[in-house]
């Protein structure tokens, strides 16, 4: 199974800050590579697919990118809305599988 | 609009068995495959089963294989799950998820559904 690790595992930031989280994979992935972000007590919802694209509504401080085996995901200007934990996600290779997740918070 | 509803979770004793559901509106049904997604209590998410859009294609995580059983019927615009040989570890809520591309994309999932095993 190829292992995906996600740094920071938590974030404290201020509203209005730059915030990014990195995903590593184990191995080569491409670009396939989706960004999920979960509230408390919610669902996870698709952010970003296919490493950098946006899905459809998701605001546009929200970016992605990266290939390979090294990911980027960027909040441009953090808002209190944002706090959630975010996974990363390859499917590349059955089974697919997440990164162990970043809790963001408000500092 | 999309929606995907799960119901069928519960308590169950280790060893009994589940069967989960997960009504699908909003979307052409039979188009999509379909995934069922867990998460154990303060986790995170572990990908458990997908179908293909016909249920011709199926597949299933090492930590559930023979044990779980993943279905769909296109006229009733269900997916299913059936969890036998229930474990302690098995304890988690579980989502139904749309894949957006037949490539496990995951754009729309259920509310989810709380299974507890435990004695």
């Known amino acids: 199974d190829i292992q995906m690790t996600q740094s920071p595992s938590s974030l404290s930031a201020s509203v209005g800050d730059r915030v990014t989280i990195t995903c590593q994979a184990s191995?080569?992935?491409?670009?396939?590579l989706n960004w999920y972000q979960q509230k408390p007590g919610k669902a996870p919802k698709l952010l970003i697919y296919d490493a950098s694209n946006l899905e459809t509504g998701v605001p546009s401080r929200f970016s992605g990118s990266g290939s390979g085996t090294d990911f980027t995901f960027t909040i441009s200007s953090l808002q209190p809305e944002d706090i959630a934990t975010y996974y990363c996600q390859q499917y590349d290779n059955l089974p697919p599988t997440f990164g162990q997740g970043t809790k963001l918070e408000i500092k | 609009q999309v929606q995907l509803v799960e119901s069928g979770g519960g308590l169950v004793k280790p060893g009994g068995s589940l069967r989960l559901s997960c009504a699908a509106s909003?979307?052409?049904?039979?188009?999509?495959?379909m995934s069922w997604i867990r998460q154990a209590p303060g986790k995170g998410l572990e990908w458990v089963s997908y179908i293909s859009s016909s249920g011709s294609t199926i597949y299933y995580a090492d930590s559930v294989k023979g044990r779980f059983t993943i279905s769909r019927d296109n006229a009733k615009n269900s997916l299913y799950l059936q969890m036998n040989s229930l474990r302690a570890e098995d304890t988690a809520v579980y989502y139904c998820?749309?894949?957006?591309?037949?490539?496990?994309?995951?754009?729309?999932w259920g509310q989810g559904t709380l299974v507890t095993v435990s004695s």
């Open positions: 191995q080569d992935i491409s670009n396939y």
């Open positions: 998820a749309r894949d957006l591309s037949s490539g496990c994309q995951f754009d729309y």
């Open positions: 909003g979307f052409t049904f039979s188009d999509y495959y």
